[in-house]
Nanobody, 124 residues
Framework: QVQLKESGGGLVQTGGSLRLSCPTF???????MGWFRQPPGKERVFVAA???????MYSDSVRGRFTISRDNANNTVYLQMNNLNPDDTATYYC???????????????????WGPGTQVTVSS
């Protein structure tokens, strides 16, 4: 069993930055950690993922603006979000999955455990 708890969300103006954190409790060694987001009334979509060894994957919509990182010693995954715009407004979730980075990493049902989410709102 793995427990996750996102934090760091909030209200920011267009062009601003936020850093999300997601500490995990339970065994996550060799797991892939991913960030997803879900705008109101829409489906949960992939944002970024990182392997235990630090390999990363990003969605096209955030590549170059967001950076995912992982502190294995503290079992925490981060999402640094820069140059935010209103389209980034959503509830952000972190999740845990196994395997390698591939197309399945972008699919929410691939993930076994999720946090409760943190709200990010970007005003224009």
């Amino acid at each position: 069993q793995v427990q996750l708890k996102e934090s760091g969300g909030g209200l920011v103006q267009t062009g601003g930055s936020l850093r999300l954190s997601c500490p995990t409790f339970g065994r996550t060694s060799n797991y892939i950690m991913g960030w997803f987001r879900q705008p109101p009334g829409k489906e949960r979509v992939f944002v970024a993922a990182v392997t235990w060894g630090g390999d990363t994957m990003y969605s096209d919509s955030v590549r170059g603006r967001f950076t995912i990182s992982r502190d294995n010693a503290n079992n925490t995954v981060y999402l640094q979000m820069n140059n935010l715009n209103p389209d980034d407004t959503a509830t952000y979730y972190c999740g845990v999955t196994t395997g390698r980075l591939n197309i399945a990493t972008r699919i929410p049902k691939t993930y076994s455990f999720w946090g409760p989410g943190t709200q990010v709102t970007v005003s224009s």
